[in-house]
């Protein structure tokens, strides 16, 4: 396969590295290898959480500006802050509820128009998928598993390798007992929602 | 069972770079681990807590007070005779380099590994230091693995080194091998199930007085030249490629490079030596690399560390060849590298020019963006502290002039706005230290922050400091009763002790007692209006005063 560079983001608490290592078991069940890289401790305090994951036999744990070929993101804000680490032919997937960060209300830069600023996306980018996952995960009955309506968008573009009934098996492992109908899903709401 | 003792060898699991290093120490019959928790090391501590916990485990795991005692206790275990590890962050091995630099003397028995976690880049540090300069410092050799899969490797090759040499060994991650997750292929476990030891008795080996210090100096020398000949045949260095530029580098970085002549297809442009087992130096691999290259180029993060040694070695074989790296300007001594980068070094040396580069989006409409730095969670007990604080300090007119030295901890983010309550900082423990020189240099009043962590760790010295000479200031102790910000690990005063944990706590207002403060008061952050009378009282006398702080960590109560 391709090397393929998908890169995760979002705010501290909404599950970026779950979502990320879901997807990378997921791989593994078909044989396929994943890298992650992820980001502990002081970063983690209700700071933006990225992470990454590589296919297609690539090493680097790290993506550079302009090389994501997928950008998933869990906030909108955060859409556009990671925007400059996708090329043109990338494909954007973005939540569209906001986590106004705290430096709004002490007088930082306001937070930018959700709307306006995904119709720019689309002016510059191949591919953009703007959802309200929040919506769906209620939906779904569980507002925690964004990440894994998020999964299911990614895996409804067509452009990961892989199944989703690994996806699901991954979910099925994974996730505490209670939780696996309503994460199994949120993950069909976002498979359809392409 | 802990997913890291299963015995299913062949099975294969995603596993952090410090779960892999977990599963090797396991593999390879760990009896002894220890450590201080600190970021991007902790996982390893974590998972040997949790594993040790299991009746099963064969193994002994402790979170010591500091990374010192934490090395103390790993090296006393293999003078003993068993196998140890000892893990910690970067700047924790400062903290145990005094044991470190005499232990590479009276040395070791039974296997010991002494992993450090360096964070270039500071993702969550004060300083971008390379540990690798300590290998060289203390004369020990060091791996430095590139993925999971080699983390756990190598952690089993460094016990069997260390048991040849009779050395401790190094294992020198960075927060992109820490915290990368990969495929880890599970080994055989130890067989050895033996876990007591047995010291034997030698002090012309064990106690370094100077006539045995002298002796054991030259005994490390003669041991580091084996390890110089194993260092050549370690299947953890290894060439490949065939080209005119040769390109040397280790950890992290050379998977950059590895990617990069995949995706460009310069397997016959380069050749590529890439090197696992980084000191001793790998001298005549590096000579006959040197011989069959025409100009090299060095890929390495922080200190020129590979390219000086070639260098050196370059000026004694009379070699002469183009070296670029850092002091040519193609890399820097400053943060992390990323792909990108090294790419841009490699095809600038070989002078070609990026084939069919991915377009760049427009992105000149993104308007300035508001920051989400790292903050203290909702209701964390330390805001209400620090507010209480600065109510108590205004009530009695002393706001404007006061100086808040700080420590490390989730509480050093009251550096922030609307906090601004953290002015000084250099190190664990230094709040207390430095509040004792500010109080002799200035007139200013002084209120310094720690937590219970961070006091256990090296808070308690500078205390008997400040009792001792007579300095005037108030330490208010954060007490949450966890070390929270990496990961909630144990520590000698807590209260929630994990379940299963039974040890006996240290309170802290008995040490802070113990050490000669007169005036000590406990504050309940929550209850506001108390907090700040008591406050108020504390801070209006000119002495010196510790206020305990307690509230458990919010976090706590999220997770239950």
Known sequence: ?194 | MHPLLQDNPGHKMLLLGNEAIVRGAIEAGLKVGSTYPGTPSSEIGNNLFLASQDENAGFYFEFSTNEKVAMEVAASASAAGLRSLVCMKHVGLNVASDALMTLSYIATKGGMVIVTADDPSMHSSQNEQDNRIFAKFANLPMLEPRSPQEAKDMTIEAFELSERLELPVILRTTTRTAHVRGPVTFGELSKDTASIGKFEKDPRRWVPVPAVARVRHKVLLERMDIASSLCEESRFNHVIGNGKLGIVSSGVASNYVADCIMELGLEDKVRFLNLGFTFPHPRKTIINFLNSVEKVLVVEELEPFIEDAIKCIMVEEGIQKEIFGKASSHFSRCYEFDPKMVKKAILDVLELDEPDQKTLPDLSWVPELPMRPPSLCKGCPHRETYNAVKEALKAIGKEEITIYPTDIGCYTLGLLPPINMADYLICMGSSVGSSCGFSVATEQKIVSFIGDSTFFHSGISPLVNAVHNGHKFCLVILDNSTTAMTGHQPNPGIQLKPQGFDNPTVPIEDVVRGCGVKTVKKINPYKKNEAVEILKEVLQKDELSVVISESPVCLVFKKS
């Open chain 1, 1 to 194: 396969m391709n090397p393929l560079r998908i890169l995760f983001t979002g705010v501290g608490g909404q599950g970026t590295l779950t979502a990320s290592s879901l997807l990378a078991q997921a791989a593994l069940i078909e044989g396929k290898e994943a890298i992650l890289s992820e980001v502990h401790g002081m970063a983690q305090r209700g700071g933006v959480v990225e992470s990454t994951v590589m296919l297609g036999g690539l090493k680097s744990p790290l993506i550079s500006q302009g090389e994501a070929d997928i950008l998933v993101s869990f906030e909108p804000l955060e859409a556009i802050r990671a925007l400059n680490k996708c090329h043109s032919d990338a494909t954007i997937i973005t939540n569209i509820t906001p986590i106004v960060p705290f430096t709004v209300e002490l007088g930082g830069p306001s937070y930018p128009d959700v709307e306006k600023n995904i119709e720019k996306m689309r002016t510059v980018f191949k591919n953009v998928i703007a959802i309200n996952a929040d919506d769906l995960a209620k939906e779904a009955g569980t507002q925690r598993a964004v990440n894994v309506v998020l999964l299911g968008v990614l895996l409804g573009t067509g452009l990961v390798p892989i199944s989703p009934d690994s996806m699901k098996a991954t979910i099925q492992q994974r996730v505490k007992p209670k939780f696996i109908e309503a994460n199994l899903k949120a993950f069909e709401l976002g498979f359809s929602a392409v």
